[in-house]
């Protein structure tokens, strides 16, 4: 596993929305802006964004971004 895996990133944007840095219903930074500032590939943000989806603490809508819809516990 890379530093830079899915579940690495996952964990970084899960810390990031616990911390309060993105509250609820704001709007996570785009795939690319992700990519760029964690130094990996569009396609490790999309996996880390839609293991987020899956857990149901975002919802993702095409053309309309990647919002926070619950707070973990």
């Known amino acids: ?3 830079n895996s899915h579940h690495n990133i996952r964990q970084a ?3 990031r929305i616990e911390s309060g840095e993105w ?3 704001a709007l996570i930074p785009g795939e690319l802006v992700l990519a ?3 130094g990996c590939a569009r396609t490790t943000i999309n996996r880390a964004l839609q ?3 899956d857990e149901g ?3 993702r809508k095409r053309k309309g ?3 926070v819809c619950q707070m973990p516990v």
């Open 1 to 3: 596993m890379t530093a």
């Open 13 to 15: 944007l899960r810390e």
């Open 23 to 25: 509250k609820l219903g």
């Open 36 to 38: 760029e500032e964690y």
């Open 51 to 53: 293991t987020l989806a």
């Open 57 to 59: 603490l975002v919802v």
């Open 65 to 67: 971004g990647t919002r």
